[in-house]
């Protein structure tokens, strides 16, 4: 894969979102609310203006860089030590930013059992997940997965905005559309023999006792091959050794075409959810308030998707939404398996 190609915002456009945030976060917005008032949703003219750079990345691309979002970071204050223990104060500006910017390209949510339901995600390192594959860990690389693979309603794009990143730690992106696999590994992946559960940041949410559903590691969708991977929480449904195999080539594939993205703070990466996957380099962590920090928010803008998908359960995770996201819903609302759709 190529360098990336970095889109610039406008500064007019930049000076308009930066003032429009300012006045919402004056009047009490944090990134986890400023979804829910439909007042506080960007007016037309700035949201058109925004689509012609911060627009979803083409299928062929599979993800976009975008600079020049965000206002000053001097007043976000050190890394937390832990995804919870955040000031969201200090970050509202750019937690408020985030969350409007995303609500562009669709509906944003979260997860019942992920960071207390948040829609605005804290990715930074957390004593004690150092050599986990979650977004908390550190001295081990975080191995190339989709978001939230064991989940039907998994987002379609993800968004991964920049607040510190001093020693220039990598994120890694690797498209399905890129990979060098024989026929005959494509066609035991497109089998649903394998189950994917959920990842350690769930606790002890997920239900991996519940019955397990076949799925497909890739399929054919409308503009090209897409994917569903996370080799870390994948369960074999199958002992048959081609299969296992095939499984294991495919992230030899990802390794031979994958690129290393390091994220400037500021920097807003946005991610096709089934045609990339991405994960991170090792790095030490320091624990000192200035170690990595990134945002993270999921989307939803439904695409064409294995219909065998409809019928699984999820591991019984809910998604939450905002009221302005789920009709006639409040606050922080949760659905199963089915979306209602912004509006």
Known sequence: MSLPQIDYVPGETAIQLQEAVRSRVAAGALGNTVLSRPEWQLPGPLRAALGTTVALPCPSRGYRMVRGLFGSLDAVGPTPAHWSQDAPRETAEFDVTLALVAETLGAVFGWADQQDGRLVHNILPSKGCEDMQIGASSVVPLAWHTEDGFHPERADFLLLACVRNPDGVGSRL????DVALDPADLA????????????????????????????ATVWDGPDGLCVRYD???????????????SLERLGDAFEECGAVISMSPG??????NDVMVHGRVSFRPRYDGTDRWLKRVLVRAPRS???SEAHE?????????????????GTGARTGGSAHPAG
């Open 174 to 177: 690797a498209s399905i559309r």
């Open 188 to 215: 035991r992946l497109r089998e649903p023999s394998v189950t994917i559960e959920p990842d350690d940041s769930y606790g002890d949410h997920g239900a991996p006792r519940m019955p397990s559903h076949g799925m």
């Open 231 to 245: 080799p870390s929480y994948t369960r074999f449904l199958t002992e048959e050794k081609e299969v296992i195999r």
């Open 267 to 272: 920097d807003l990466l946005v991610i096709d």
């Open 305 to 307: 998707r294995p219909e």
């Open 313 to 329: 359960h999820g591991f019984g995770q809910e998604r939450v939404f905002s009221s302005a996201a789920v009709r006639g819903a």
